[in-house]
């Protein structure tokens, strides 16, 4: 299956401080990407939809000031968790699809494990 | 967000024995996907549904795609040590395009016993 690789994939920061995270397409182009959060224990939460060269779409109750999400080429998706705080800690997970793939399956990332102290 | 209903939560079971869980849902779906998550990493796919009635196998799993296209099972045979692991169902709603937006069901955290 394709490839999706995730960055970094645990990170712990400070209180107030902002972390970026990185979701690439090793293999194939993805003109959307997905960004989960995932607490202990829990299932998958959909974040957001990453768009290639738009803005992304949040759902409810996700602040799209404090989640940034930045989808620059078809093969990169940024989030930033700006103004950390220990709340925001959790394991972050993104997906995405292939362009060029007839089916809507996904493909995920390795997770990035957020702490913050 | 919404969220599939799937079922058990947990089990327990002895390596060899047959396991089975299963997904529902009130809305219809487009496809059904079954993953595997271990600690720390993210879901790998297993198997993917397309179509309602669909049954398909990959190795020691069978999965099959509900008629009522309303919810999944999966089942894996002769489970073994590395079997171990959370399997989340996950499927996609209808009128959501090609954007492959996915719900999740709950999770069912399977430990294998020797």
């Known amino acids: 299956g394709a490839v999706v690789s995730q960055h970094p994939s645990w990170v712990i920061c400070k209180s107030g401080t902002s972390v970026k995270i990185e979701c690439r397409s090793l293999d194939f182009q993805a003109t959307t990407m997905f960004w989960y959060r995932q607490f202990p224990k829990q299932s998958l939460m959909l974040m957001a939809t990453?768009?290639?060269?738009?803005?992304?779409?949040?759902e409810q109750g996700v602040e799209k000031d404090k989640f940034l999400i930045n989808h620059a080429s078809l093969t990169l998706s940024t989030l930033t968790v700006t103004s950390a705080h220990p709340e925001d800690s959790s394991f972050y997970i993104c997906?995405?699809?292939?362009?060029?793939?007839?089916?809507?399956?996904?493909?995920f990332g390795q997770g990035t494990r957020l702490t913050v102290v | 967000g919404q969220q599939l209903n799937q079922s058990p939560q947990s089990m327990f079971i002895q390596e060899g024995e047959d396991v089975s869980m299963n997904c529902t849902s009130s809305?219809?779906?487009?496809?059904w996907l079954w993953y595997k998550q271990d600690p720390g990493e993210g879901p790998v796919l297993l198997i993917a549904?397309?179509?309602?009635?669909e049954l398909t196998s990959n190795g020691r799993l069978t999965a099959q795609f509900g008629i009522t296209r309303k919810d999944s099972f999966l089942n894996i045979s002769a489970s073994i040590p590395s079997d171990v692991g959370i399997y989340f169902c996950a499927g996609q709603p209808i009128n959501t395009g090609t954007a492959s937006k996915l719900t999740f069901g709950t999770g069912t955290r399977l430990q294998v016993t020797l």
């Open positions: 997906s995405a699809r292939d362009n060029a793939a007839l089916n809507t399956e996904a493909f």
């Open positions: 990453s768009n290639e060269g738009s803005k992304a779409t949040y």
């Open positions: 549904l397309y179509k309602a009635g």
């Open positions: 809305s219809i779906f487009n496809t």
